[in-house]
């Protein structure tokens, strides 16, 4: 598209196929965008769409729902089977990622197909602009791809390109809201559903589902009934109707995304029902037409006493929501952000994950850097998100392998023409898709896909130098020890080490003149760690068992204390925070040195943006030194200059 | 008018006039609204307007430009004789301050004028509501009186009512728009010249002159020039020309307002001129009309680093004019803030103020609580005011006698019903009008004044109660020892004890394990305190001699350092923030005694104020006290609960 990033599929990563003759059987749409993504290929690069002596076959060989293909390569002919389109399509983006090995390697025929059914990403953009949140909550990228001013864009072009992106790292749904649903936003529903259809129709063409964001009051604010009771048949019919109108005009329509009794949006609470009687009444009214409600357990008080060291934010999801396990519908989700609190840079596991076995979970990550320095820090999420999928949360199960209900991130792009902002971070978008294909694949593997297919050979190794440590280098320079929350309040950009200290929002570290971090253990704290299963209930119990990362978030220490690093608590700060800068100011050196072998408003875009960062990470090594020093006392020993 | 609190000029107050036979001499547009007044309360009261046996005598014999009247009574007549119309106008709400008095006691001839012939108020107003700042910058009384979403409010009957409400406490001059120019309201110069015109004609019945807020840019971006330069005769023929059309429409034209090369503003730094040259450039465009400029000297660097503790904001202002003394034009005035940081509830005086006598001084106060509570908070401010005005800033010279240029305030007032949002706020405009008439003034007697004109007798003495050591309450709970901006960053409500401590805005308390305060001696420190005269200088450059309210500002000491009170620094926070509470909770109770004696809507709407300032002055003491204590490790000597 012109204008705009071709991100992982510039034209170059389909000159394999384009210079090859391709054979394609089937029919149907997804055949057709199949068929268009060859033919334009060949166009470009000279190859051909054939009926015989194919160097590839793209086949579809029954109408099934499914997802996955076979892959192979004989006596110099490539095949890719499937008995679903979508598999197809898929099958062709995994012979574009291959690229000329594909036509290169023999290969045994092996199957593909994605481990997780749902692999989504959740819009937080607002359709008309929020007095605070603006266009796009959260957003980072511009305006959003959907939404201007109360409108729809209608830029439908851009919406299939961005399609296209999607399905190339495996993702099939889409929700096109914020999960806070104001006035204009809840009229998607019913007299706005036209909008919404014409971006699930740009969307369909690359396999992609839409699902809608709705507000829990929608029977009284659009249906003008007196209660949103979820037991109240006049409110399960209105429900049933409105669902019925919606799913006739978009058939494939993938189902609700609801947050209920979170942050001051209405829920079941209102009528004194469970969530799981808010979401099964949802899900009736889906399941006469294959959808599905995302209920999020991103319930908490967020009206918390800060002197209060009793209430703990983190157990609020577990204590919600685990005595409902078994009580939600087949075609419910319980749709659970996979750390306890909120997308710091580091947390544990949820512990509400892995212990509902009688409940479809999906997982929920941030894509979008609220906390990760919204896309003007490079932060390359992915070895965060493995560790947590690959995460052993109960006896046997990984988390990946515990989200039956799919992987969902809150999405990073907008209307910029670099996708998402910061072009860097265009990584986390297809590590996240290819990451909900496949929970347990290499994130640095697909790193360097991702490397290869957006920038080619030529700068691979500085890019891979540059991105595969930027969390560790993240963290290092921000919130010590997963004691999270050290940000400025409201946007969340830029170091507040007492920003949330003495607020109601939940998210605190007790800083004092002789240690910090939260007790969370059972024996003398919150009893949050006691949540867990084991063994993590006792590794996380002891500051000595527990992990060096996690301390803080886990137990009070004095700023003495010695971590298994062998460093003190306050040293790790003091060293951290410096060694976090040096490797910004390394990376940025690295980048500067790439730029005869990246496209120059790339580059140029990423310079600024590394000179942000760089500005950012040195206030914030200097805040918390300071800050530090100051409560403490205790002199760096190591020579570093704290003001 | 309808709808709208009557303030200080209910209708009772005009029932001693109104029912007596009253002669009035003179003639022209100000005698016409005496004469309105006067008719006015004898229809509604039984009086009469009369040609002979008055009981009072209100005289214009002359027609200078006089504001001094003479008053009194014998005989059983009240004569008030003034040679110009305003003098007449103040002359008349004189006697309606002294009631029945008035009318009772016999009294020699007294002459009244005021000691500073520019009394002021600035309205930070925005023509066009501002992304941040919104309708009124720093304003906490509902919308513009004199604009609404980029238009003018037309509603000019509400203006002439403030009008009245200002000329009885004695201002005699309003800037109608915010000293921060934005697009909307350069416009105001030149082509919505008109609509500055309206406002004017509805002031100028009460005496009040109106004046405009420029922008510095304005032949660049109104004019089309390609230069501000104050020097370049194109410029300077830009501004004469635009000066005397805005004189012509508005023959009694105050002037401008000008916030220059301040905060982002543009200014003559850019042309390498000096403010003596800009502002002269000003005051010569409106030196043909009888206009005079009034040059904010609130310049400093915005962009400060935290780490660097040589550079002081305080010392700022003085650095910069200083040096220009003597160089100002005569009708140029240089607006001075009272302290040198920016309307902290706790500041000393500016020490600018005193240091250049052969210059036109303004003294600029904050009537809107930006800092002081946002008119959620009871607080009066005139004792603070009277202190700064009597204080003796240079030899045989207090403040008052310095402002030559005369005495200015941040207004308070917007369109909400009580017009200042907290009813009791009203105390504090009404005060800065009479202590700018009299800057020696006894701040409690006008008080007294203010009570018995707005609520009568009845709830006086509760009243008196709630106000007047409400300025010292306020200053217990909030930031202790002159230590200044303890506050949330962006819109300055509520605490956030390190807000502003690593930010760019000079606003720092230095705050560590061992002590507070910032070290502004010459001895060792940023050398603020040498900019005094003597005694102060001396006075201030010592934790010995300095006075325990100003110590932090001063100094930087430790927690345990012993005050003139005989407490530690650390107990005195302590206590402080408890009895502050406890003076609140009893200022409570005291307007609740008070239902039966007061206006229901009054009572309600300040009830409802008191729920929030108990709140939020709680959370004051919790945060302030959990702060030093977390920090300091020292514990509270005396039970009380911090947490």
Chains 1, 2 share one sequence.
């Not at 729809?152 to 889409?174: Q, S, T």
């Not at 910029?416 to 347990?440: K, M, S």
């Not at 030529?458 to 280098?473: E, F, H, K, Y």
Request: proline fraction near 5%; include cysteine.
């Amino acid at each position: 598209m012109q204008g705009v990033d071709p991100a992982w599929l510039p034209d170059e990563a389909f000159r394999p196929i384009g210079t090859r003759r391709t054979l394609i059987r089937g029919s149907g749409p997804l055949v057709d965008t199949v068929r268009g993504e060859v033919a334009r290929a060949c166009a470009r690069f000279g190859g051909a769409v054939v009926q015989d002596d194919p160097d590839l076959v793209l086949e579809l060989t029954g109408d099934d729902a499914g997802e996955g293909f076979t892959y192979g390569r004989r006596d110099g002919c490539t095949t890719v089977t499937a008995t679903g389109a979508r598999g197809l399509l898929y099958g062709l983006f995994h012979v574009v990622r291959l690229g000329e090995t594909a036509f290169l390697e023999e290969a045994e025929l092996e199957e593909h197909r994605p481990e997780l059914a749902l692999r989504m990403l959740d819009h937080w953009d607002n359709v008309a602009v929020h007095p605070v949140m603006g266009q796009v909550e959260r957003g980072y990228a511009g305006g959003s791809l959907f939404w201007e001013d109360g409108r729809a864009r209608g830029d439908l072009e851009r919406v299939r390109a961005y399609g296209r992106l999607l399905a190339a790292c495996g993702i099939n749904a889409v929700a096109v809201n914020n999960v806070n649903v104001h006035a204009a936003e809840a009229r998607l529903l019913t007299d706005r559903l036209e909008e919404v259809a014409d971006i699930a129709g740009a969307l369909r063409p690359y396999g992609i589902r839409t699902h809608l964001s709705v507000t829990f009051a929608a029977p009284v604010v659009l249906g003008g009934l007196g209660t949103a009771d979820p037991l109240d048949a006049e409110v399960r019919a209105w429900w049933a109707d409105a669902t019925a109108r919606v799913c006739s005009r978009i058939p494939d329509f993938g189902g609700f995304v609801v947050k209920a009794d979170s942050e001051g949006q209405p829920g079941p609470f209102a009528y004194g029902r469970s969530h799981a009687d808010g979401a099964n009444m949802l899900a009736a009214a889906l399941a006469p037409h294959g959808g599905t409600v995302h209920w999020r357990a991103f319930v908490y008080d967020h009206h918390q006493d800060w002197r209060d060291r009793t209430t703990d934010r983190a157990r609020a999801a577990y204590d919600h929501f685990v005595p409902l396990d078994g009580e939600f519908a087949d075609n419910a989700v319980l749709q659970v952000k996979h750390g306890p609190m909120d997308f710091q840079v580091r947390e544990p596991v949820s512990p509400l994950i892995g212990a509902m076995p009688g409940t479809r979970l999906a997982v929920e990550l941030q894509v979008t850097q609220e906390y990760t320095g919204q896309q003007r820090h490079v932060c390359w999420l992915g070895p965060m998100w493995s560790e947590v999928l690959r995460f052993g949360i109960a006896e046997g199960s990984s988390v990946g392998a515990s989200a039956r209900g799919g992987l969902v991130a809150v999405s990073n792009v907008g209307d910029d023409p670099f996708w998402t902002g910061h072009p860097l971070a265009q990584a986390n978008l297809y590590t996240f898709g290819r990451l909900a294909w496949e929970p347990g694949a290499d994130p640095y593997e697909v790193l360097d896909d991702w490397i290869r297919l957006s920038y080619g050979p030529g700068p691979a190794a500085g890019l891979r130098s540059i991105l595969d440590g930027s969390w560790r280098t993240y963290e290092k320079y921000t919130a010590p020890l997963g004691v999270g929350f050290m940000v400025q309040p409201g946007h969340h950009y830029g170091p507040g080490v007492d920003g949330y200290e003495y607020s109601p929002w939940g998210t605190y570290h007790f800083a004092d003149r002789d240690g910090v971090g939260v007790d969370r253990s059972v024996a003398s704290g919150t009893g949050f760690a006691g949540q867990y299963a084991k063994p993590w209930a006792e590794v996380y119990e002891s500051p000595e068992t527990c992990p060096d990362e996690l301390l803080l978030f886990f137990h009070h220490v004095s700023y003495g204390h010695m971590l298994k690093s062998g460093k003190t608590v306050i040293q790790h700060i003091y060293d951290t925070h410096f060694e976090g800068v040096v490797e910004v100011e390394a990376a940025r050196e690295v980048w500067a040195s790439l730029a005869q072998l990246v496209d120059p408003a790339r580059h140029a875009r990423v310079t600024e943006r590394f000179e942000e960062q760089l500005r950012s990470a040195r206030e914030w090594r200097d805040q918390v030194n300071s800050y530090f020093f100051r409560k403490s006392g205790v002199p760096d020993a190591r020579g570093w200059v704290i003001y």
